[in-house]
């Protein structure tokens, strides 16, 4: 069993949980006798990445839940290629959320879930499909707390909504209790949580955060060059353009 970060962990974890015996199923299920996993991605920096993850889930016959936002610093969903990622891992038979950044507040007469509305609704009608999760990016204490009650989705967050479900995360590549394929392996939780950051796991194995990020930065930049310069008379010849 190889316990990294990287593709290739990746799948082994995903079959670790599959011999298990645990079925992947999306929020909005119920849960099927046995064992089952809500396998969630929260998408803050690349899409290139979800989409090479959602492959790899295709692969192994396992479903997941993309949550992507639309106030991402890094990425412009709407953008040909992001667009055309999300498309694709729709296309894979995996299912689309928000991903919704809590600490933004541009309107103070609108509500949390007013705004929360207004993303899900331009979300759900660009991908034609209807969007019931929410997941927070960077929650606050309300969230953390259950002080905010959102009313018409799902809220990975929500304590009466993940009743009796164990929640994991690989969030900034540290297991907080013990490593995702351990606690897979022992089957000793009837429903996980899972959620997983793309980002942390396209690399070999062997990079940071740090360093995992500045690829995320600059692989998005490499990607507008190439748009730009298929698209925009203006822009000239091809080069190589530095941000450091
Ligand atoms: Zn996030």
Redesign the pocket.
């Known amino acids: 069993m190889e316990k990294v970060f990287s593709v290739s962990g990746y799948q082994s974890l995903l079959k670790t949980a599959l011999d298990a015996g645990y079925t992947f199923v999306f929020f909005n299920e119920p849960a099927p006798p046995g064992k089952s996993c809500l396998l969630r991605h929260?998408?803050?920096n690349d899409l290139d990445a979800a989409m090479k993850i959602a492959e790899v889930e295709f692969q192994l016959g396992v479903k997941s839940t993309f949550?992507v936002?639309l106030r991402s610093p890094v990425y412009n969903l709407f953008g040909r290629h992001n667009h055309r990622c999300v498309e694709r891992i729709l296309e894979l038979g995996h299912q689309l959320a928000l991903?919704y950044?809590e600490a933004f507040y541009p309107d103070i007469d609108r509500s949390l879930q007013e705004m929360i509305e207004v993303e899900a609704e331009i979300l759900g009608k660009m991908f034609s499909r209807e969007i019931k999760v929410i997941?927070?990016?960077?929650p606050g204490p309300r969230i953390l707390k259950n002080e905010f009650k959102l009313k018409g989705f799902i809220n990975t967050y929500d304590k009466d909504d993940m009743k009796g479900i164990f929640y994991i995360s690989d969030s900034n590549m540290v297991w907080k209790h013990l490593p995702a394929w351990d606690l897979f392996k022992s089957a000793t939780e009837n429903r996980i949580q899972l959620l997983i950051?793309p980002m942390w796991w396209v690399g070999d194995g062997s990079q940071n955060t740090e360093v995992l990020w500045d690829k995320a930065l600059l692989d998005n930049f490499n990607r507008t060059i190439d748009q730009v310069f298929e698209t925009e008379g203006a822009f000239g010849h091809r080069r190589t353009v530095s941000i450091r």
């Open positions: 929260d998408i803050d949550f936002m991903h950044d997941s927070f990016h960077q950051h």
